[in-house]
C-alpha cells in the first residue's frame, strides 16, 4: 500500500485561482455584470430595517464601495438575500436537506463569485498510479481526520511521517509549478502540483514563503524545504473506491462543482442540489472523512469536506456534501493523493 496522504500538501494553489487574485484587478467592468441583474432586485421598497441590515453586513467584512458602486453592490446583496431567505424557508418545511446563509460573498453574482472562487482547471485523466484497496481493507461506518489531528483549520498539512503539523506554502506552488501544468492565477490541477512538488525535491513552508495573493517570480528555497513526495496517486471514479482511500489512507485531495448559488451561500446541513454536475469541476477540495446522520441511512450519509474559502463559509469552513448519491457534484471523478 502506498504510504502517503493529501495531508501533506497544501490545497494547491493553481486550485484557487480566483481567490489568490483579486478579482478587481482581473474583471474591471462589474458594472455590466450588475446591469444584468434587471430592475426588480432595485426594488424601492427599501425601509429602515433593510438600510440597518446592509450596513452591518459591510461592516461585519470591511466593505467599502465609492458611490457609484454602492447602489449596484447593494443590489446583488437584496437579490442574494431574497434568494437565500426564500431557500431557508423551503428547508424549515422539510424541503431541503441543507440551509443557506448570507457570507462575506454577498454581494457577488454568482458569475462573478465563479469567475473570483473557482480556478480549477480540468484535463482528461493520464491513466496508471491508480490507488488499489489493501486486502481486507477496513472501511468503518464513519471516519473524521480532524480528530486524529491530521488537518489544521486552514490548509492541508505534513502529519503522518513526522507527527508534525507544518504550514507549508501555496505561493510556492503558485509561482513555480507552471511547467507541469498549473497556471498560476489562471488555475491549475492537484495532480500537477504533487507533481511539481516530486519533480522540485521539495516545498517551502508559508513562514519562508509567504502567500501574497498574486503571481510572482518562483523564489523556492531548497534550505527552507519542509515536505516533499515521490509522485500521487488517482482514486478511481466511484464513491466506493474513494471511501477505502480515505478510510485507508487519510484525507484526498478531490474536485467539485462548487459553482451553484446554493454551493456560495452554504450554511449547514447535507448539501444535496440536483442541479450540480458530475463532469464539470470547478474547485479543489479536501475529504477528511464521512458519515451519516439519523437512524435511517437513505439520503443521509455525507462527505466531510474542507473548502478554503475562509470560516466564514459553510460550516467554519466546511461542508457536508450528500454521499452514496450517484457521485453528486463529481466528488469522485477526479480524486487523488500524494505518496511520500
Not at 27 to 49: F, I, M, N, R, V
Not at 61 to 82: C, F, P, T
Request: glycine share 10%.
Amino acid at each position: 500500500m502506498p504510504q502517503g496522504t493529501a495531508a501533506n500538501l497544501p490545497e494547491p494553489a493553481a486550485s484557487k485561482a480566483g481567490w489568490w487574485c483579486r478579482f478587481w484587478n482581473m474583471h474591471p467592468s462589474l458594472l455590466l455584470a450588475a446591469l444584468c441583474l434587471g430592475t426588480t432586485t432595485a426594488a424601492p421598497e427599501a425601509d429602515q430595517s433593510s438600510d440597518a441590515r446592509w450596513s452591518r453586513w459591510k461592516a461585519a467584512h470591511g466593505k467599502l464601495y465609492d458611490e457609484n458602486e454602492e447602489g449596484w453592490r447593494r443590489a446583488v446583496w437584496a437579490k442574494n438575500m431574497q434568494m437565500i431567505e426564500r431557500h431557508n424557508q423551503e428547508y424549515s418545511q422539510g424541503k431541503h436537506s441543507f440551509a443557506m446563509a448570507m457570507n462575506a460573498f454577498g454581494d457577488l453574482t454568482s458569475e462573478e463569485f465563479r469567475q473570483v472562487m473557482n480556478g480549477l482547471k480540468i484535463q482528461t485523466r493520464k491513466e496508471g498510479n491508480v490507488f488499489q484497496a489493501p486486502p481486507f481493507a477496513e472501511t468503518p461506518s464513519s471516519v473524521d481526520w480532524r480528530e486524529k489531528g491530521y488537518v489544521t483549520p486552514v490548509k492541508n498539512q505534513m502529519f503522518r511521517k513526522t507527527g508534525k503539523l507544518v504550514s507549508l506554502s501555496e505561493q510556492n506552488l503558485l509561482d513555480c509549478s507552471r511547467s507541469q501544468g498549473n497556471e498560476g492565477c489562471r488555475g491549475g490541477l492537484m495532480d500537477y502540483a504533487f507533481q511539481y512538488v516530486k519533480d522540485n525535491g521539495g516545498l517551502d513552508s508559508e513562514e519562508s514563503y509567504p502567500y501574497c495573493a498574486q503571481d510572482g517570480s518562483c523564489e523556492y528555497k531548497p534550505g527552507q524545504s519542509v515536505a516533499s513526495d515521490t509522485g500521487f496517486m488517482d482514486s478511481r471514479q466511484d464513491e466506493g473506491s474513494l471511501m477505502v482511500a480515505v478510510a485507508t489512507v487519510g484525507p484526498i485531495s478531490a474536485a467539485i462543482d462548487a459553482s451553484l448559488d446554493t454551493f456560495q451561500f452554504y450554511h449547514k446541513g447535507i448539501y444535496y442540489d440536483p442541479n450540480c454536475s458530475s463532469e464539470d469541476l470547478d474547485d479543489g477540495i479536501l475529504v477528511v472523512g464521512y458519515g451519516s446522520q439519523g437512524e435511517e441511512p437513505k439520503n443521509q450519509k455525507y462527505w466531510i469536506v474542507k473548502n478554503s474559502w475562509g470560516t466564514d463559509w459553510g460550516m467554519q469552513g466546511y461542508i457536508l456534501m450528500a454521499k452514496d448519491r450517484d457521485n453528486h457534484c463529481g466528488i469522485a471523478t477526479s480524486a487523488s493523493f500524494p505518496i511520500v
